[in-house]
């Protein structure tokens, strides 16, 4: 009996420390590939799928995951949830939605992992894959004519606000350096255009519990 205790115990404990640990499980990351369709992703319906089953695969369960994305209707800063968000190494990114959208947030190369934990390609690396879809003003608002037909687009209309998740550019200026509105994508909407100013289709996804 005594060594049942024991073990009961100890399982007990066990399953505390699991519990503990995931207080800062990943709830944010950057896409490791795009839908492959260019700035198609089928909607916000498909980006939220994509997002939740890279992270499912990466072993990331019980979580609601949801594409920072703006549409025509919707601001990608009210789909994210409240915060904190935690990257895959358990770094925090940012405590609540105002913070994000501030100094105050800590995306950097360093990082915008994404999913797997790796550094994501950016300004100066081969291939560069530093533009990362967002359709979104630098307060997270929605920029109607830049969301590549609410992300159904994959040819040559279109045009996608992008942001730079290694907060570099072509010069100092604050848009080269913003995570998430930097310049539009030019060309229209398919991979072969997103491609073309350093980007490949990647978007950030955040857990909104």
């Known amino acids: 009996m005594r060594r ?50 890279l992270a499912e695969a990466a072993g990331v369960t019980g979580k609601t995951w949801r594409a920072y994305l703006s549409t025509s209707d919707t601001d990608a800063r009210d789909r994210i949830g409240k915060g904190p968000w935690f990257n895959a190494k358990g770094v925090k990114i940012a405590d609540d939605v105002a913070s994000l959208h501030s100094d105050a947030n800590a995306i950097t190369k360093q990082t915008a992992l994404n999913e797997k934990g790796e550094v994501v390609n950016g300004r100066g690396d081969k291939p560069n894959r530093h533009d990362v879809l967002t359709g979104s ?12 037909g609410d ?50 289709g990647l978007f950030y996804c955040f857990a909104v519990n």
């Open 151 to 200: 992300w159904t687009l994959s040819g040559a209309e279109g045009a996608a606000m992008t942001g730079h998740h290694d907060r570099t550019g072509l010069d100092d200026s604050a848009a080269a350096k913003s995570w998430n509105s930097s310049h539009a994508s030019r060309g229209g909407c398919s991979q072969e255009a997103l491609r073309s100013t350093g980007g490949d």
């Open 137 to 148: 003003k630098p307060d997270g608002t929605k920029i109607a004519d830049q969301t590549c």
């Open 4 to 53: 049942l205790l024991l073990v009961t115990a100890a399982a007990s404990l066990a399953a505390m420390g699991v519990a503990s640990s995931q207080d800062a499980t990943m709830s944010f990351f950057v896409t490791s590939v795009g839908s492959g369709k260019g700035a198609d992703l089928g909607g916000l319906a498909g980006a939220d799928a994509h997002c939740a089953s």
